[in-house]
Each structure stands twice: as structure tokens, then as C-alpha cells.
């Protein structure tokens, strides 16, 4: 689980938060499969006439951010 979860808890609200989100476990699984379905990832630009860099860079965020949002609602993993 990210610590984002649980930023700035201690003691039985960490605890407390901790067992909050783990029973959003089958939400967070069914959402998974849900971007993992309908968010692709975007392929490396290849046409590299004016604008590709701009282009390339909103693809890697673009990318960054689904990664991210699959790391924050997977449970099992810890922060990488």
C-alpha cells in the first residue's frame, strides 16, 4: 500500500486507515481491470516534425500517469 494512504497518521488512525482502504480491495481490483481496459498506454512519437518533443513529453506524462494511478489503488505492493 502507497504511504499516500496514510500520510501524516500515526498511532490508531494509521491503523484505523490502513484497514479503511484495505476494504476497498475488490473496488480498487474491478477499477484496475476498468483503466487497465479503457486507458491505454500511448506509443513513443515517431514523427518528428515541429511540435514532437511537446508531443513526446505529453505522452510520457500521459503514461507517468496512469502508472501512477495503478501503483496508488494496488494494495499489495509497496511503494516503489
Same mark, same amino acid.
Given at each position: ?7 501524516? +497518521? ?5 491503523? #484505523?486507515?490502513? !484497514? ?9 481490483? #474491478? +477499477?484496475? !481491470?476498468?483503466?487497465?481496459?479503457? +486507458? ?13 518533443? #511537446? ?13 501512477? *494511478? +495503478?501503483? *496508488?489503488?494496488? *494494495?499489495?505492493? !509497496?511503494?516503489?
Amino acid at each position: 500500500m502507497q504511504s499516500a494512504w496514510t500520510k501524516g +497518521l500515526k498511532g490508531p488512525e494509521k491503523a #484505523e486507515r490502513i !484497514k479503511e482502504v484495505s476494504s476497498f480491495r475488490t473496488a480498487f481490483e #474491478e +477499477l484496475t !481491470k476498468v483503466i487497465r481496459g479503457n +486507458l491505454k498506454k500511448k506509443d513513443a512519437v515517431r514523427d518528428y516534425t515541429d511540435g514532437w518533443v #511537446e508531443r513526446q513529453i505529453a505522452t510520457n506524462e500521459y503514461n507517468a500517469a496512469i502508472d501512477d *494511478l +495503478l501503483r *496508488l489503488i494496488h *494494495l499489495n505492493r !509497496k511503494e516503489d
